[in-house]
């Protein structure tokens, strides 16, 4: 190996370690989903409120008898409707946090003595706030698909939602509707730029999201420095269970923290289905979920959350610090 390529190796802001680097948290974040799919599944359908689901949603064991409805109706393909457009947005929004993170810890924290329980919240933060905003319609699509369990029919054949169709249903819906005025600046505004309808619910997810990517990498960086000594955490020496551990811990925290803002964000992003003819504020779905379930509307199904969000914040930190030490980032 060259001197400069050997320079570009360890160079964290180089064209070579960023792409390794993405590439690392990109797997990770697949392998990471596909092991929580199913569950991902009917934690959409209990916070959208389908009205299918609603009676099992609050305690572990609906989870559970919701997951076996759906394999009874539709097999296991029902269990993971919607995950070919999960991997879609997962890859690149996985690449680009962890990525994202590598790269702002490092202009944060160039050395361990200046890290802080401060600039790990804004490196998360701020990796977060970034992946969302370049992969958030994909995420619209996806829970759409998983909202959906009522398939249509072609014909005597009953037919599974795409993800092209869910994609042009989104761009198409309200256009029929004559209940919004003329003039409306809604109406305007959607007409305009259709694409919007591909963001509903997304300031509130930049805001539920700064504090769930904030928390889950200052736990993960404020567990490995306490638990871990300095020579255990080089990625050079494998940890998978510590990595494991303080992985699940760390989604932990992170899901309790930003659950009432990801309840909110998943009603808005079904308002397309319920009202398609105008944008539904995020104060608007506040008032809604308080005034029809309480404060424990906000927490609809957090306990799957948690078995959902436990493995898969275990096993994607472990996978991309797997990667980084395959790859040697």
Same mark, same amino acid.
Do not use: C, N
């Given at each position: 190996m060259s001197s400069n390529a050997?320079?570009?190796?360890?160079?964290?802001?180089?064209?070579?370690?960023?792409?390794?680097?993405?590439l690392a948290g990109g797997v990770a974040g697949c392998v990471a989903k596909t092991v929580v799919a199913p569950l991902d599944r009917v934690k959409i359908l209990f916070q959208t409120s389908n009205p299918d689901f609603r009676m099992y949603a609050g305690t572990w064991s609906g989870a559970f008898q919701a997951g076996k409805r759906i394999y009874t109706t539709t097999g296991v393909r029902g269990l993971f409707q919607g995950h070919s457009a999960t991997l879609l947005r997962i890859f690149p929004y996985a690449a680009i946090k962890y990525m994202a993170y590598d790269?702002?810890?490092?202009?944060?924290?160039?050395?361990?003595e200046q890290e802080t329980n401060v600039r790990r919240f804004l490196a998360g933060a701020i990796s977060g706030t970034m992946s969302v905003f370049c992969t958030y319609p994909l995420e619209v699509i996806r829970v759409r698909m998983a909202f959906q369990t009522r398939m249509a029919r072609n014909g005597n054949a009953e037919v599974r939602p795409s993800f092209l169709q869910a994609a042009r249903h989104i761009y198409d819906e309200g256009r029929a509707t004559a209940s919004i005025p003329e003039g409306s600046p809604t109406r305007t505004l959607l007409e305009r730029f259709p694409v919007l309808k591909f963001y509903r619910g997304f300031t509130l997810t930049i805001l539920g999201m700064i504090p769930y990517a904030g928390m889950s990498f200052l736990s993960w960086g404020f567990l490995r420095e306490r638990f871990l000594p300095p020579s255990k955490t080089e990625h050079t020496t494998p940890t998978p269970l510590a990595d494991l551990a303080i992985g699940a811990v760390s989604g932990a925290i992170a899901q309790t923290t930003s659950y *009432?803002?990801?309840?909110? /964000?998943?009603?808005?992003?079904?308002?397309? #289905?319920?009202? *398609?003819?105008?944008?539904? /504020?995020?104060?608007?779905?506040?008032?809604? #979920?308080?005034?029809?379930?309480?404060?424990?509307?906000?927490?609809v199904g957090l306990s799957i959350g948690y078995l959902k969000i436990i493995p898969m914040t275990a096993v994607s930190f472990a996978v991309w610090q797997s990667g980084k030490r395959i790859l040697n980032v």
């Open positions: 050997a320079a570009a190796k360890y160079d964290k802001q180089s064209l070579h370690y960023i792409v390794r680097s993405g790269q702002v810890h490092y202009i944060l924290m160039p050395t361990r *009432p803002f990801e309840v909110t /964000r998943r009603r808005m992003q079904i308002g397309g #289905i319920s009202r *398609p003819d105008r944008w539904l /504020r995020w104060g608007e779905t506040v008032s809604t #979920i308080w005034h029809t379930s309480g404060w424990r509307g906000f927490y």
